[in-house]
């Protein structure tokens, strides 16, 4: 049972570098997620998508662009990376729109995370 | 300003104790409530929830109970076991908003 996949799981980049995260989900979910969270915090939002083909931004979007690529992939994409977006990046999925058709049971399924370091 | 917060850190308690991990919320807007538990180098798994017209729920060794008054929930494990040993986070979210409201999660550690 795959659930979330997530790729790739460790990257270094360089200042100014971009890169783009890889999601995919294989339960049939509508609404994606990426979030990130740094240490001593919890989970924040960067952006996510209730349907195939729309986007919304979160709570911290800056410095990220998303693609909701089909129903089953969404894609994380830093165009420049900074020091400020090294993080832990987890993508996930539910069925409804958390938050928005909870609580009627729409847990949100997380995929294993992507460490990432921008030096 | 934190919205969901869980004010300790860590918890150590002994095998077959009770594990109480604590959260606190200022939006009282807030009517959902969850709890997950992520193992080191994994994602986040879903634990156990609350809706605010109730104010306990159980699920086998987990309960959370709902304090509205005092905008304060909390989870119990009984009898605690090694494989709780994870970080337990808090979430929260209102009915109309999209996002859920995470806290800083606590590292719960039991003891042999």
């Known amino acids: 049972n795959a659930g979330v996949t997530q790729t790739p799981k460790f990257q270094v980049l360089k200042t100014g570098q971009s890169m783009t995260l890889q999601c995919a989900q294989d339960m049939n979910h509508n609404s994606m997620y990426w979030y990130r969270q740094d240490p001593g915090m919890g989970l924040r939002l960067i952006y996510y998508?209730?349907?195939?083909?729309?986007?919304d931004k979160g709570e911290v979007p800056n410095g990220y662009n998303v693609s909701r690529l089909n129903k089953r992939e969404f894609s994380l994409r830093l165009e420049s990376a900074a020091p400020s977006q090294t993080s832990v990046y987890f993508c996930a999925s539910s069925f409804g729109v958390a938050g928005l058709t909870l609580p009627s049971g729409n847990t949100i399924y997380f995929g294993e995370g992507s460490w990432l370091t921008v030096v | 300003d934190q919205q969901v917060k869980q004010n300790s850190p860590s918890l150590s308690v002994q095998e077959g104790r009770i594990s109480i991990l604590n959260c606190d919320y200022t939006?009282?807007?807030?009517?959902?409530f969850l709890w997950y538990k992520k193992y080191p180098a994994e994602g986040p798994t879903f634990l156990i929830s609350?809706?605010?017209i109730k104010d306990k729920n159980e699920d086998g060794r987990f309960t959370v109970f709902l304090n509205k008054s005092a905008k304060h929930l909390s989870l119990h494990i009984v009898p605690s076991q090694p494989g709780d040993s994870a970080v337990y986070f808090c979430a929260a979210s209102a009915t109309g908003n999209y996002q859920l409201i995470w806290g800083a999660g606590t590292k719960l550690i039991i003891k042999p």
């Open positions: 998508s209730a349907s195939e083909g729309t986007t």
């Open positions: 939006n009282s807007m807030f009517d959902y």
């Open positions: 609350i809706s605010s």
